[in-house]
C-alpha cells in the first residue's frame, strides 16, 4: 500500500465551525506532514510530525489545530476559520523527516465561508 | 521562504515535442526533487537527483542538476497529453527541509 488517504475531499465550513481532516498511510512512514496550497501556487509548509511528534510549526495561526493519535493517523483540526484559509489542503508521508521523497495525499478542497 | 524558481512559468507545446523546465535556488542543497501536479490534486513525486549527481534519469524524464551554477533542469521527451499538468522543483536544503519552487505550467496540445 503506497497511498496516502485524506478525507474529505471537499469540505465546506462556515466561519463559526468546528471541522476536522483527516490523513492515513500505511507506508510504515516515521514524518507526515499538513501542507496548504493556494491556487496556482506551490504548496506551504504548515506543519511537520516526526515520530508523532510535532517538530516544525511554521507559525501557523492557532485556528489550525494539528494531531499526531499513532504512526499512521494525522489531522487537522480547523475552528474559527477565515474566508482567506480557503485552500487546497495536502497531507504527505515521508520515510523520516528530511529532505526526503513525499508521498502525497489528493487533498481536501477547503471553502469557509 | 521561496527557495526554488522555475522558468518558463508556463509552457505550450505540440504532443511529440520535447518539454524542458528550468529550476535555480540559492543555497546549498542536499538534493533536489521534482513533483507532478494534475489539476487540484495531489503531487506525485517524479525523481530525486542527489547534489554528487549530475543526470538521472526515469522513463521519459531526464534531469541535470549542476550545484556550481545552483540550478537543475527537468526534460520530458516525447510528450503526451497526459503530461499536461503543473511541474514543481523541491530543492532539498542542507537541513532537510524542502522548498518549493512556483512551477511551470505545461500544457501538450494535441
Known amino acids: 500500500d503506497t497511498e496516502v488517504t485524506q478525507t474529505p475531499k471537499h469540505l465546506v465550513m462556515g466561519m463559526t465551525n468546528k471541522k476536522s481532516l483527516k490523513c492515513e498511510q500505511h507506508?510504515?512512514?516515521?514524518?507526515m506532514y499538513w501542507y496548504k496550497q493556494k491556487a496556482k501556487k506551490p504548496p506551504e509548509l504548515m506543519f511537520v510530525?516526526?515520530?508523532?511528534?510535532?517538530?516544525i510549526n511554521e507559525s501557523v495561526p492557532s485556528r489550525f489545530s494539528p494531531e499526531c493519535p499513532n504512526s499512521s493517523l494525522l489531522n487537522l483540526h480547523l475552528h474559527a476559520l477565515q474566508p482567506e484559509d480557503s485552500a487546497l489542503y495536502l497531507c504527505?508521508?515521508?520515510?523520516?523527516?528530511?529532505?526526503?521523497?513525499?508521498?502525497f495525499g489528493s487533498g481536501t478542497q477547503l471553502s469557509v465561508l | 521562504s521561496q527557495q526554488g524558481e522555475e522558468d518558463p512559468q508556463a509552457l505550450s507545446i505540440q504532443e511529440g515535442e520535447n518539454a524542458t523546465m528550468n529550476c535555480s535556488y540559492k543555497?546549498?542543497?542536499?538534493?533536489l526533487q521534482w513533483y507532478r501536479q494534475n489539476s487540484g490534486r495531489g503531487l506525485v513525486h517524479l525523481i530525486l537527483?542527489?547534489?554528487n549527481e549530475r543526470e538521472k534519469h526515469s522513463g521519459r524524464l531526464r534531469v541535470t542538476l549542476d550545484t556550481s551554477k545552483k540550478s537543475s533542469s527537468l526534460l520530458i521527451t516525447a510528450s503526451r497529453a497526459a503530461d499536461t499538468a503543473s511541474y514543481f522543483c523541491?530543492?532539498?536544503?542542507?537541513?532537510?527541509?524542502?522548498?518549493w519552487g512556483a512551477g511551470t505550467k505545461l500544457i501538450i496540445k494535441p
Open positions: 504527505a508521508s515521508s520515510l523520516g523527516q528530511g529532505s526526503e521523497k513525499l508521498f
Open positions: 507506508m510504515g512512514h516515521r514524518a
Open positions: 510530525y516526526s515520530y508523532e511528534k510535532l517538530s
Open positions: 543555497t546549498s542543497i542536499n538534493n
Open positions: 537527483i542527489r547534489s
Open positions: 523541491a530543492p532539498g536544503e542542507s537541513n532537510y527541509q524542502l522548498i
